[in-house]
Nanobody
Framework: QVQLVESGGGLVQAGGSLRLSCAFS????????MGWFRQAPGKEREFVAA????????YYADSVKGRFTIARDNAKNTVYLQMNSLKPEDTAVYYC????????????????WGQGTQVTVSS
């Protein structure tokens, strides 16, 4: 029933910024913790950031701390990932995910996933 649709990806020069959005539909958005993951070619999927259903708690991978910010707007059923100071190693397909449970960094805990949006950072 839940659908997640990412948008906002693209090509950006190193040091630049992008803002990803994930539109949630089908269920009560405010009941879900939300997360962002990414997967680069030839690499495993990795956790990026997560935010609690209330938006009061957030967690970031060490690799993006200080550069990325996760936020949610429950009135718009949307979660965002603001990505600043982008590096070539940030290049990946970025996925948003929804979890009926509490905030978690574990991909297996998430119940629903979007199809991803490509982020490419050139050097």
């Amino acid at each position: 029933q839940v659908q997640l649709v990412e948008s906002g990806g693209g090509l950006v020069q190193a040091g630049g910024s992008l803002r990803l959005s994930c539109a949630f539909s089908g269920r009560t958005f405010s009941s879900y913790a939300m997360g962002w993951f990414r997967q680069a070619p030839g690499k495993e999927r990795e956790f990026v950031a997560a935010i609690s259903w209330s938006g009061v708690s957030a967690y970031y991978a060490d690799s993006v701390k200080g550069r990325f910010t996760i936020a949610r707007d429950n009135a718009k059923n949307t979660v965002y990932l603001q990505m600043n100071s982008l590096k070539p190693e940030d290049t990946a397909v970025y996925y948003c995910a929804a979890d009926r449970g509490s905030l978690t960094t574990e991909a297996l805990s998430y119940d629903y996933w979007g199809q991803g949006t490509q982020v490419t950072v050139s050097s």
